[in-house]
């Protein structure tokens, strides 16, 4: 390169991009990989990231310029080998992985003194649609920049800055984010057990290696698992590095974040999908120059620019609900032990009912297994009794079986607690006409709407299209004949509050789960103020009840039938999880399930408190079928507006697929859930043997394949969603 030769620079954007884009540096400007910079793409502006320097030429085109370089801390070198590598192992486009690291657009402000906005006094002279949801944000209350409150009502930053000049918007200085506080390793530590401390030793002693390895702390619920893994991360930021805690969303509770305040002596940050654009800024800058020491996080807190990230923790590291499905559908648990490994950095897994993949990664000498057996304290692990519902069945219309009802009746008349889980929403599932079979489904969706009488409605739990509870059938104008069919959530509760009129109920159900409704609703069950719950997979999630001794499966054979690999090993680990909230505190507990099914060897297992005979069968059958773990899965998704086209175009790609030793296609076939949102849905299913390489045979198929119109076609490596 001559002295006078351009400087270029290869610009990363947050875009569906294959790769960067080549720009040139300005005179004066100087940029290194990893450099946050304002580029010019078409008529528009993006942020990026500098990937390259000096390579691209830009192939004989003049090359238009960096506009402006961030005075942040560059992204690392490990984090951008991260990108590169979730980007090759999902077949995204690059841009798309850099975008999940780019999600808080504030955070790249004007470098000049913030300026926020709030409401003002005077009324805008026309009140379009766009200016009214900004001043509805605005009244709200909080002052915010302008591109927050853009992004929040879904405009322009010119909407919001044309409201403030017409006084509709009272323009005021931001301060400066407030500094996260240091944590103090040894703050709150509790005195640990024998069995405690044991284990605590090998994770300590794993996080002062500062080497990449994985460990599975797999200990029965109410072991004491927190405290453990608690020293781990205490190791890790005496060492002065940063720590990452991922749980699931929903256990993300103001009472778990309260626990870990109180083990290190500082709010730790935190970090989902529900945030203000502001504390997302703070954040997000925190982790990229260091500050925040701590992130208690959901799973795309793993995308953050970290600085110099010494350890990560995966809690209930079992949970689907780590795998994204929208967009970049990641595996959080699997891309943080990728993520550990180009940083050379220790991960730590915990549950109680550990996943297949860890347990058998465990056994081959590939993860360190440290196991904690009984529940910390007095408290003793509860039994679990088959109640066998074709003997015990109760009377139509109702749901709870004598042995069950006596055993919530005795435990009230003791003043302790009882939980009924049923992993259904709303009131009844199900809807039909009495007098001409109608029934009612979703008109976007291969679903029934599911009636919730609370809210007066039928709703799709697919797309969320809801209707009035109609008086009578629209198919055959007869009144009074609707009838709906199997239980829900709130269907028990009728049941529930006629046979225990003097219980205390609340029900914990994700209807609540927004704004502040759930963390009170789990406090006062945490409290004692209710003494009879009812409960959705909600209430299986981490909490710590204290009072609970009876915990009543509703229905434990619900999703024992599905099209998902996993169906067995997800039932019993959440059937295991929410008898496990049973007995936590000084008095003991014990689970009763209600089964059509007690032979199942699911049913047996919990019976017998078999877990390893259970997993033993389970990890016989996946073998056999050369499914995950033994084997690697694949989802192709078709999807289009049109049945036939979409159909003809799954099948089309069919014979496309190149013969491939130890990989079979299955399919195309229509989806389980066959219309979404009115999109027609096929499915291919790849399956392979362990040690192919899956992504080389999905190019080789599909690679050149480009879906016109409404197609889509969208690949799920590791799915964990077969509907
Ligand atoms: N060393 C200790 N000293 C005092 N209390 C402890 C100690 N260890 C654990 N506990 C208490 O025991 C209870 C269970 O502990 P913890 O929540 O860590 O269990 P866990 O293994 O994470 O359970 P689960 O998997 O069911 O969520 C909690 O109330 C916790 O405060
Ligand atoms: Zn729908």
Redesign the pocket.
């Known amino acids: 390169m001559s002295a006078d030769s351009p400087v270029t620079a290869d610009v990363l954007l947050p875009l569906a991009l294959e790769g960067p884009y080549t720009y040139a540096v300005p005179p004066g400007l100087s940029v290194a990989p990893g450099d946050y910079v304002e580029v010019p793409l078409g008529p528009r502006s993006f942020i990026g990231c500098v990937w390259k320097i000096g390579e691209g030429d830009g192939g004989g085109k003049t090359l238009r310029p960096i506009v402006q370089k961030f005075d942040l801390p560059p992204l690392s070198d490990t984090h951008r080998a991260f990108i590169d590598w979730v980007a090759q192992y999902y077949l995204e486009p690059l841009g798309n992985v850099l975008r999940l690291c780019l999600r808080a657009p504030g955070a790249f402000g004007e470098a000049k003194g913030d300026v926020a906005y709030r409401i003002g006094p005077n009324q805008p002279a026309k009140l379009t649609a766009q200016r009214a949801r900004v001043l509805d944000i605005a009244r709200e209350g909080l002052a915010m920049k302008a591109s927050e409150l853009a992004e929040l009502a879904g405009v322009g930053t010119s909407v919001v800055k044309m409201l403030a000049k017409a006084g509709a918007l009272e323009v005021v200085a931001l301060p400066p984010h407030r500094a996260f506080p240091a944590p103090d390793p040894s703050a709150g530590k509790?005195?640990?057990?024998e069995a405690?401390e044991e284990a605590a030793r090998e994770l300590r002693a794993l996080v002062t290696r500062r080497a990449q390895g994985t460990l599975l702390l797999d200990?029965?619920?109410?072991?004491?698992?927190?405290?453990?893994y608690f020293e781990a991360m205490a190791s890790a930021l005496a060492s002065g590095r940063q720590v990452l805690l991922l749980l699931p969303e929903i256990a993300l509770t103001q009472q778990f974040i309260e626990?870990v305040e109180r083990r290190f002596g500082a709010a730790p940050a935190t970090w989902h999908s529900g945030m203000r654009p502001r504390e997302r800024e703070r954040v997000w800058r925190g982790v990229a120059d260091g500050g925040a020491r701590i992130v208690v996080g959901a799973r795309s807190a793993l995308f953050l620019p970290w600085a110099r990230l010494g350890l990560v923790v995966v809690?209930?590291e079992h949970e689907s609900a780590y795998k994204q499905e929208d967009g970049v559908p990641y595996h959080a648990r699997d891309m943080a032990i990728v993520y550990g490994a180009l940083g050379k950095f220790p991960i730590v897994l915990?549950?109680?009912t550990p996943s297949l993949e860890s347990l058998v990664n465990a056994e081959r000498g590939r993860y360190t297994h440290v196991q904690?057996a009984v529940?910390?304290?007095a408290?003793e692990l509860p039994p679990s009794h088959i109640i066998d519902m074709r003997q015990a069945a109760p009377q139509s219309g109702s749901w709870l079986s004598d042995p069950l009802a006596n055993a919530v009746s005795e435990t009230l008349a003791k003043g302790d607690q009882a939980l009924l889980f049923l992993n259904r929403r709303g009131y009844a599932p199900l809807t039909l006409c009495r007098a001409c079979g109608h029934r009612f489904d979703c008109p976007n969706c291969a679903a029934s709407l599911v009636e919730h009488r609370f809210r007066k409605q039928l709703m799709c739990h697919h797309c969320g299209h809801t209707e009035a509870i109609p008086g009578q059938c629209p198919k055959c104008e007869t009144p009074g004949k609707l009838v709906p069919c199997g239980p829900g959530v709130e269907r028990l509760a009728e049941e529930v509050a006629q046979r225990f009129p003097e219980a205390r109920l609340t029900i914990l159900s994700s209807d609540l789960a927004r704004g502040t409704l759930l963390k009170d609703a789990i406090r006062e069950v945490t409290d004692g103020v209710h003494n009879l719950v009812i409960g959705t997979q909600l209430v299986a999630k981490?909490h710590?009840f204290?009072h609970l001794t009876l915990v009543g499966v509703v229905d434990a054979d619900f999703a024992l039938d599905s099209s998902d690999p996993r169906a067995g090993e997800r039932s019993w680990a959440q059937m295991a999880?929410v008898a496990?909230?049973a007995g936590?505190g000084e008095k003991p507990g014990r689970a009763l399930i209600q089964t059509y099914r007690p032979d199942h060897p699911l049913m047996r297992a919990l019976a017998e408190g078999d877990r390893d005979g259970f997993l033993t069968e389970e990890k016989r059958l996946r073998e056999g079928a050369d499914l995950p773990p033994y084997g690697h899965l694949a989802a192709i998704v078709i999807s289009g507006r049109d049945g036939h086209e979409t159909e003809r175009f799954a099948r089309s790609l069919q014979p496309l697929a190149p013969y491939g030793e130890g990989v079979h296609v299955l399919g195309p076939a229509p989806a389980p859930l066959h219309l979404v949102r009115g999109l027609h849905r096929w499915r291919f299913l790849v399956r392979a043997r362990r040690g192919i390489n899956v992504q080389a045979y999905l190019k080789a198929w599909l690679g050149d394949i480009k879906p016109k119109g409404s197609l889509r076609l969208a690949i799920d490596v590791d799915p964990y969603n077969f509907l």
């Open positions: 509790l005195a640990l057990s405690q200990g029965v619920t109410g072991s004491g698992k927190t405290e453990v626990r809690d209930e915990a549950s109680a904690l529940r910390h304290g408290a981490g710590h204290p999880q496990g909230r936590r």
